[in-house]
């Protein structure tokens, strides 16, 4: 396996055995070796966190996995699911260009995992949000909500909670098209209920 200390160097490529890092991953050895050190508190002193804290080298090294043509779809799956688990989502913004690439360009599966990741580190992180915002997320998540995948469909419209709390990301919903898409959601899935109902 590629050296967790090249995760930090954004231009370095790794080179890898996918099996082995798979389980390395899922083993949890690099979280291990990327310790999420805790953030400052009121008195000061670091707080030791939870242990689902993403500390930044860690954060860096999944966004490395996520990009990387040596991953394959289940690696990137595992990398996403160690982002859906996280739960200190501080180092989250280091994810969301790797996590957009993923759910604009991999296919159903993989876009499901990464837009559940995105809604787990954009819950309560404006940092996260604004990233987001900024890297095309818009165009991605309609995109995404024309599938008719009912998976990624439920996912992007809880993404589409957190990304709509701010006026002026509401705002750039609307300009792009997105009650038009909702509307069209909701009287789609209104006809499918009152067949099955029947």
Not at 17 to 42: C, I, N, S, V
Not at 47 to 60: F, M, P, Q, R
Not at 136 to 147: W, Y
């Amino acid at each position: 396996p590629a050296s967790p200390a090249g995760a930090a160097d954004a231009e370095a490529e790794i080179l890898f055995t996918d099996r082995a890092m798979l389980l390395l991953l899922e083993r949890g050895y690099f979280r291990k070796l990327m310790p999420y050190q805790g953030k400052e508190g009121h008195s000061g002193r670091q707080e030791h966190s939870k242990d689902g804290g993403l500390s930044v080298h860690y954060a860096n090294f999944l966004g490395h996995l996520l990009r990387s043509s040596h991953s394959s779809t289940n690696l990137k799956a595992a990398a996403c699911r160690q982002a859906i688990a996280a739960q200190d989502a501080e180092q989250g913004a280091a994810l969301c260009a790797p996590l957009l690439q993923v759910l604009a360009h991999g296919g159903l599966f993989l876009a499901t995992y990464a837009c559940a990741a995105l809604v787990n580190l954009s819950q309560a992180q404006d940092t996260v949000k604004s990233c987001l915002m900024d890297g095309g997320v818009v165009e991605v998540v309609l995109q995404q909500l024309a599938s008719n995948d009912s998976d990624l469909t439920l996912y992007s419209l809880m993404l589409l909670v957190h990304l709509t709390k701010l006026t002026h990301h509401r705002h750039r919903w609307t300009q792009a098209g997105l009650v038009d898409v909702l509307v069209n959601i909701l009287t789609s899935t209104y006809g499918v209920l009152q067949y099955k109902h029947r």
